[in-house]
């Protein structure tokens, strides 16, 4: 079931592209229905006992894709600047890198505080960039800047702080 939750997320990661393009109130349904999903799949993998590797790595190419193409998608409009997708590529990469060198033992997703939060703030972003897509509001252009430049400086610091280890 988690990882049909993931699965879904997949889906919506090829739909929100073009949902964003179009405008309208759905992009951000779509990004509430994402959210809730990877809210709810971890405590729905261990409630259910059905914790994998390999479901840890659909839900995080599942989060990343959404995010990924959503906050591309909004660069493109130009509604956000092109440094946000580019940090949650380079914070992703190294999160993969730091996953694989890590395999001694069982196999096992590196993981980092900030690193966590800087996946937080990508969905975060995402959901004010739908959010002003939704209601057209000129003074939510402050609150998309905000949320960009806060989500960039966090992905980029979590590339750091792995290349400091």
């Known amino acids: 079931m988690a990882n049909a939750l993931s699965g879904m997320r997949l889906l919506l990661a090829v739909a929100m592209p073009w949902l964003l393009s179009r405008g309208g ?3 951000l349904v779509v990004w509430c229905v994402a959210a809730l999903s990877d809210y709810a799949d971890g405590p729905l993998a261990r409630h259910r006992d059905e914790v994998s590797f390999a ?17 591309a998608t909004a660069a493109a409009l130009g509604l956000i600047s092109w440094a946000v997708p580019a940090s949650i590529g380079l914070s992703a990469g190294a999160y993969g ?3 694989v060198r890590s395999r001694a033992g069982p196999p096992r997703l590196a ?8 996946g937080v ?3 975060v972003c995402l959901g004010v960039v739908a959010g002003a897509v939704a209601w057209e509001d000129p003074r939510l252009t402050f609150l998309v800047a905000a949320a ?3 989500t960039a400086g966090v992905n980029l610091a979590a590339v750091a702080a792995r290349w400091l280890r």
Do not use: E, K, M, Q
Request: glycine share 10%.
């Open 25 to 27: 109130l759905l992009p």
């Open 55 to 71: 479901g840890a790595v659909l839900d995080n190419v599942a989060d990343v894709a959404f995010v990924l193409g959503g906050l």
């Open 97 to 99: 890198v730091a996953s």
């Open 111 to 118: 993981r980092s505080r900030i690193g966590h939060w800087a």
């Open 121 to 123: 703030l990508n969905y």
């Open 148 to 150: 960009a430049t806060v």
